[in-house]
């Protein structure tokens, strides 16, 4: 089991910078993959960036060039940096983890952009 914990968000503003943290618990050998989704009201949850343990990064399309993801294994956290906020970024921001083909996720923490 891996539990995981989201911080970060709150309420920004239209071209403000979002750090979110995620920390990691339990049982973390054999994770492959760390990420970081959303999900806005009445949508779908969507990938907002993934790295893998060979440090191999993917961004969701709607964010390219506004983010970047970073994972400490040793601090057994995630972060993410989202730049240049819009508020079609307003959703609740999950940390995920793939270890040993289970999927794993935290609460979320949401994230409110408005001016």
């Known amino acids: 089991q891996v539990h995981l914990v989201e911080s970060g968000g709150g309420f920004l503003q239209p071209g403000a910078s979002l750090r979110l943290s995620c920390q990691a618990s339990?049982?973390?050998?054999?994770?492959?993959?760390m990420a970081w989704h959303r999900q806005a009201p009445g949508k779908q949850r969507e990938l907002v960036a993934r790295?893998?343990?060979?440090?191999?990064?993917t961004h969701g399309d709607a964010v390219k060039g506004r983010v970047s993801i970073s994972r400490d294994v040793a601090k057994r956290t995630l972060s993410l940096q989202m730049d240049s906020l819009r508020p079609e970024d307003t959703a609740v921001y999950y940390c995920?983890?793939?270890?040993?083909?289970?999927?794993?996720w935290g609460r979320g923490t949401q994230v409110t952009v408005s001016s």
């Open positions: 339990g049982s973390d050998d054999g994770i492959y993959a």
């Open positions: 790295i893998t343990t060979g440090n191999t990064i």
């Open positions: 995920n983890c793939v270890r040993l083909g289970n999927n794993y």
